[in-house]
């Protein structure tokens, strides 16, 4: 299952072709991990969200795309990622709380939650 394009993710951390492809390969699958989890953890049918999403391949012959505010929140998880990698201390992250996603992802996400959980 692939949500974004590397090419996309290229373009979002603005890096130029076959720059960094290594590690933004890993970035956008962790990323998507987060952001599929994100919303299957406020949702009550889980059985049905995950068929959804396994749905999603870019890649596939025809492609299935993901909503467009799931791609924006991996994109941008991806770049979090790619710019905060916890290997220098004086480019230090926003603060968040433990466990906590970055806020305007978490807004992008919201209205795919179940209102009964949220």
């Known amino acids: 299952m692939a949500l974004v394009t590397l ?3 290229r373009r979002q951390v ?3 072709i076959g720059e960094h492809d290594e590690d933004l390969q890993h970035f956008m699958r ?3 991990e987060i952001v599929i989890d994100l919303v299957k953890q406020r949702r009550v ?3 049905a969200w995950a068929a959804e999403v396994a ?3 870019i890649n596939a012959s025809p492609p ?3 909503p467009f505010r799931v791609v924006q929140a991996v994109l941008m998880l991806t770049g979090y990622y790619f710019r905060y990698r ?3 201390l004086a480019n230090e992250q926003p603060k968040q709380e433990y466990g906590e996603v970055m806020r305007a992802v978490t807004n992008l996400l919201y209205r ?3 209102p009964a959980l949220a």
Do not use: F, Q
């Open 30 to 32: 962790t990323a998507e």
């Open 45 to 47: 049918d889980g059985e």
């Open 86 to 88: 916890g290997d220098d």
């Open 7 to 9: 090419e996309e993710a």
């Open 14 to 16: 603005r890096v130029l």
């Open 64 to 66: 299935v795309a993901p």
């Open 55 to 57: 749905s999603w391949d």
């Open 112 to 114: 795919l939650r179940d």
